[in-house]
């Protein structure tokens, strides 16, 4: 199997990671969409494939929903769900996953532990709060509210959630992104230290 074929595969594998995100949606009382795992996950695919790959992974993931799988948070499914609020989460998936894949970029794929912690983490902060500008510029264009009132309506519900999402993907990344970098690479794995 080449570079390619693998990188592929492993696109496809984040596309369904995303779809099985969808059979996780708890509902917010206070905020205009259900509580999902989505955005964690792709920012985790962006750190994991890079920015194109973790992108390509979302794009998938829209694909199956605007065909009208049941895969959007929220009540709207199939293509109209784009011009919803939840649209607007939906969208942050997207650069959520770009956003943290550029941020280690630079890694090299020997790159472990301490040495990667913080490019690491900084992806998942990153990606994690770009997820949230298109979801807050929806609330803030459909709801017709200020940016303030929409900050306070479509991100600040959602921020102890997005705390413990932090620690999970950044403790997920730190085990696995070596072990993806090797298999689309179609090595074995590095030693942990190696750099």
């Known amino acids: 199997m080449t570079t390619n074929s693998r990188k592929s595969c492993a696109v496809i594998a984040g596309a369904l990671i995303l779809c099985l995100c969808s059979a996780l949606q708890i509902e917010i009382s206070n ?5 999902t795992f989505h955005n964690a996950a792709a920012v985790l695919l962006g750190i994991l494939l890079g920015p194109s790959g973790g992108a390509a992974s979302a794009g998938i993931f829209f694909l199956a929903g605007a065909a009208g799988l ?7 499914s199939g293509f109209p769900a784009f011009t919803t ?21 630079k890694l090299n794929d020997s790159d472990s532990g301490i040495k990667a912690f913080p490019a690491v983490l900084h992806g998942c902060i990153s990606g994690i709060l770009s997820s949230y500008i ?12 200020s940016i303030g009132q ?23 990344a730190g ?8 298999y689309i690479a ?10």
């Open 31 to 35: 905020g205009p969409v259900p509580l």
């Open 85 to 105: 609020v939840a649209g607007g989460y939906m969208t942050g998936y997207f650069i959520g996953a770009t956003v943290a894949g550029l941020c280690v970029l």
């Open 134 to 145: 298109p979801a807050v510029l929806a609330c803030k264009n459909i709801m017709g509210i």
């Open 186 to 195: 179609g090595g074995a794995p590095s030693a942990e230290g190696e750099s």
């Open 150 to 172: 929409a900050l306070l309506y479509a991100f600040v519900p959602y921020i102890p959630a997005e705390a413990v999402k932090l620690a999970v993907i950044t403790a997920a």
């Open 175 to 182: 085990v696995l992104r070596q072990k993806v970098s090797s």
């Open 70 to 76: 049941p895969l959007f948070p929220g009540t709207v």
